[in-house]
């Protein structure tokens, strides 16, 4: 089910803990936190996945739970090489996440007319620039929660983009 992915110790192997079909609000997972979901999925399945493709989906991914769980799928259903993992990405992964319920749901979420404002300053401050931006202004600061809480940027102290694929 939805919380598969909190425990893998799993008495029926044939189902996958990345299985995630419907979002449910968490925090972006930390790198620590990524590899330790995958060290854990490995030990109780007995293989091993290559400590690149981990280290690439955190860094695809910003932690961002819903896309760690899409891309722990596809390790899962494909050879756990890196080589492999890198192909699929090339050629597979965007067209995967695009078909992601979670992913059209954010889209949707951000061509919504109450979202104009908020993408006109994702567009004008956060696109414009690499750096982390300061908010200061309250009506901005309401657009930036907003943003915050579909995934587009993240919070650590100044706000920046979430890495896009």
Request: with cysteine; aromatic share 12%.
């Amino acid at each position: 089910g939805t919380f598969s992915i909190l425990d893998l110790n799993q008495s029926d192997r044939s189902l996958s803990p990345f299985n995630i079909n419907d979002a449910f609000t968490n925090l972006n997972f930390i790198k620590k936190q990524v590899e330790f979901i995958f060290k854990d999925f490995m030990n109780d399945r007995d293989l091993k996945i290559d400590d690149q493709i981990i280290d690439d989906i955190y860094k695809l991914t910003n932690g961002y739970a819903d896309l760690v769980n899409l891309c722990g799928r596809v390790v899962d259903a494909i050879s756990r090489k890196y080589s492999e993992w890198i192909l699929y990405k090339i050629n597979n992964l965007g067209m995967e996440i695009s078909n992601y319920a979670t992913f059209m749901k954010l889209i949707k979420s951000l061509k919504s007319d109450d979202a104009r404002d908020a993408m006109n300053l994702l567009h004008m401050k956060f696109f414009s620039s690499l750096d982390t931006e300061k908010i200061t202004d309250c009506n901005e600061f309401s657009l930036v929660k907003f943003l915050i809480s579909e995934g587009v940027l993240i919070y650590e102290g100044d706000f920046q983009n979430s890495k896009t694929f």
